[in-house]
Nanobody
Framework: QVQLVESGGGLVQAGASLRLSCAAS????????MGWFRQAPGKERELVAA????????YYADSVTGRFTISRDNAKNTVYLQMNTLKPEDTAVYYC????????????WGQGTQVTVSS
């Protein structure tokens, strides 16, 4: 089992920055892919960014490319999502998730953190 706890959400104005953190515990290790998802009211949950825990691969949705950066700190077992130049359409609940290599779906989820961007 892997436990994930997000933090760092909040209310900001358009153009501001936020950094989300996801602290992982339990059966963590380099054999996981970590992802940040978001879900806005009335919309489906979407994958925003992902990273291989061992490094060497990242993914970004087109809507955040160039503005968001995913990273990890192996020593702290923490994954980050640096969000710059935030837009009102980035408003959503952001979730951290983990899946083992070979799994087709993310198996472990955090509780989510709210990000609200005002115009």
């Amino acid at each position: 089992q892997v436990q994930l706890v997000e933090s760092g959400g909040g209310l900001v104005q358009a153009g501001a920055s936020l950094r989300l953190s996801c602290a992982a515990s339990g059966r963590t290790g380099s054999s996981y892919n970590m992802g940040w998802f978001r879900q806005a009211p009335g919309k489906e949950r979407e994958l925003v960014a992902a990273i291989r825990w061992s490094g060497g691969w990242t993914y970004y949705a087109d809507s955040v490319t160039g503005r968001f950066t995913i990273s990890r700190d192996n020593a702290k077992n923490t994954v980050y999502l640096q969000m710059n130049t935030l837009k009102p359409e980035d408003t959503a609940v952001y979730y951290c998730a983990a899946r083992t290599f070979g799994a087709t779906m993310y198996q472990y989820w955090g509780q989510g953190t709210q990000v609200t961007v005002s115009s």
